[in-house]
Structures are given as structure tokens and as C-alpha cells.
């Protein structure tokens, strides 16, 4: 698509150092890099897509990620005495298995999710 009109203005150019985890955009945040402006647009590197092309559409289109910490406590042990320990390796299998059936049997399978 060819735009025929251009508006003056001022466009930003920003790079966010860190976008793989969750440190870059605060300190982007924090030193005001996205201060006053009226809209954005997020890219990303994609090698599927030709050079010199840009690729787009409306809506959220790559994946963003949340992190929590969890700690699993438990008393290993020996296998001949296994109702002795509270397992933690077993309580970890359960929480993952858990985890990911929260996105396989309550979200909608057109709905983008990922669990790991």
C-alpha cells in the first residue's frame, strides 16, 4: 500500500535494549523514552519476511511474557522409604502439568498462549 499524504511531524525511533525479558522497557519507562507522543508502532525482526518489506496488521500480534517465582519445598529421601519425603521433583511435575492445562482446557485455541 502507497500512502499519498504525509503530515509533518515528529517520528521517534526507539530500541528497546532487553525485550526477551523484563528489564528493558522499565528502564525505557523510567527515562521517559515513551514521553509525549500521540501513537506507536512495535516491531520486530522477522526472517521469514522479505528485505525491505514491513509486515503488519491491527491488534497484538507477538507474544508478550509474565514472570512469577514459585518455590517448591519439600524432604527428599531414599526410594525404598518413598512415603518418607515430600517429594519436590513430583509437586514441580504436578505444577507444570498444571500450568499447562490451565491454557489447553481454559482458553479459547484461537487465543494466542504459551506456557513453559
Known amino acids: 500500500m502507497l500512502l499519498k499524504s504525509f503530515h509533518k511531524g515528529t517520528v521517534k525511533l526507539v530500541f ?21 507522543f500521540q501513537g506507536i508502532f512495535g516491531l520486530h525482526v522477522a526472517p521469514e519476511i522479505p528485505v525491505g518489506t514491513v509486515d503488519s496488521r491491527p491488534g497484538p500480534m507477538l507474544a508478550a ?28 511435575s504436578f505444577a507444570i502439568l498444571a500450568l499447562q492445562q490451565i491454557v489447553s482446557r481454559e482458553t479459547d485455541p484461537l487465543d494466542a498462549r504459551v506456557t513453559f
Request: glycine content about 16%.
Open 65 to 92: 511474557s509474565g514472570r512469577f517465582i514459585a518455590t517448591i519445598k519439600g524432604k527428599g529421601g531414599h526410594a525404598a522409604r518413598p512415603q518418607d519425603t515430600r517429594d519436590p521433583v513430583v509437586a514441580a
Open 16 to 36: 528497546q535494549p532487553g525485550e526477551e525479558s523484563y528489564g528493558g522497557a522499565y528502564h525505557m519507562l523510567k527515562e521517559g523514552a515513551l514521553d509525549n
